[in-house]
């Protein structure tokens, strides 16, 4: 029993942590699963599947990495 809790609260920290490191990279920092995956050294595939199965959505990182790039509004210059 006791061991049981220990994994949960290992594991729920464990998560947590990952959690952080993905949102800082993705939402933060704009950067891709094959980014991501390289600082890690896993494969982007490992990193794609916890990353949805966490909840972060990437759909916004290449506007925003365009933009970071171009200057804000270059989006509506491109278009």
Do not use: C, T, W
Not at 8 to 32: D, M, P, S
Not at 33 to 49: F, G, M, Q, T
Not at 56 to 79: C, H, P, S
């Amino acid at each position: 029993m006791a061991v049981d809790v220990f994994k949960r609260k290992r594991h729920g920290g464990i998560q947590e942590e990952l959690r952080e490191l993905l949102v800082a990279k993705v939402q933060n920092e704009g950067l891709f699963d094959y980014e991501i995956a390289s600082l890690l050294r896993v494969s982007p595939s490992l990193v794609s599947k916890v990353r949805r199965s966490l909840g972060l959505d990437n759909k916004k990182r290449f506007m925003r990495r365009f933009e970071q790039k171009y200057g804000q509004g270059a989006i509506g210059v491109f278009k």
